[in-house]
């Protein structure tokens, strides 16, 4: 994936400026594709030239006029193209694994440190989905994951929402069902949540046997 194909896909939820666009990268996009401000703009700017993107000027009081990007007909055959095209599953580089079994030659307990700093990153992230989800989603109706096949029904996990949807365009707490493109960005969020508690889960273990692997052993 390139970014142009995270841009696409957050100018199909809800057009925006750069500023805007940079915002959903920062709140969410961001947890599963970053890109700085600079990137972002440089790519926008390409992106015009070859004629993905509408640019239109946004009257604002008191304020000067913004830039609204929307995807043109060549933005949206471009996406569709990538939609089609097959993706190997991501080949896993995790230093912490490697530093953990490395520490079967050093002290053990002297990595309980750095795995409690990485554990909190996780739990903030979590929270900081669980928070979103409570924002953007509770009230709404979503599948049940028991019953793929059937009617929405019933509420997923809590989180923020890792697919760039701008909070500002989502529908409000208490709202009735998911259409098809919030329902997806819920699931990935879903998704999101469901990494989240298995890499904590997973860290308590290592802690736990960090902890029984002391000096003493």
């Given at each position: 994936m390139?970014?142009?194909?995270?841009?696409?896909?957050?100018?199909?939820e809800k057009p925006g400026s750069g500023?805007?666009?940079?915002?959903?990268?920062?709140?969410s996009i961001g947890y599963f594709w970053t890109a700085t401000h600079q990137q972002i703009y440089?790519?926008?700017?390409?992106m015009?030239?070859?004629?993905?993107?509408?640019v239109?000027?946004?009257?604002q009081e008191g304020r000067p006029d913004k830039k609204e990007?929307?995807?043109?007909?060549?933005?949206?055959?471009?996406?569709?193209?990538?939609?089609?095209?097959?993706?190997?599953?991501?080949?896993v580089r995790h230093d912490l694994a490697v530093k953990i079994r490395g520490s079967a030659f050093d002290d053990p307990a002297a990595l309980i440190r750095e795995v409690r700093r990485y554990r909190q990153v996780h739990a903030e992230r979590l929270a900081h989905y669980l928070a979103g989800e409570e924002r953007d989603f509770t009230g709404v109706r979503a599948p049940d994951p028991a019953s793929p096949d059937t009617a929405p029904s019933g509420t997923g996990p809590s989180g923020t929402d890792p697919s760039g949807t701008d909070p500002s365009g989502t529908t409000p707490s208490g709202a009735g069902p998911l259409d098809a493109g919030r329902e997806l960005q819920h699931v990935v969020l879903r998704g999101g949540?469901?990494?989240?508690?298995?890499?904590?889960?997973w860290l308590d273990d290592v802690l736990a046997t960090l902890h029984?692997?002391?000096p003493e052993h």
């Open positions: 390139a970014i142009e194909h995270a841009i696409l896909v957050s100018l199909l500023y805007e666009l940079s915002r959903r990268f920062e709140r440089r790519v926008l700017k390409r015009e030239g070859d004629g993905w993107v509408e239109r000027e946004v009257p990007y929307s995807v043109a007909a060549p933005g949206r055959a471009a996406l569709s193209q990538w939609l089609h095209e097959p993706i190997e599953p991501e080949s949540i469901a990494y989240e508690r298995m890499t904590l889960a029984r692997l002391g």
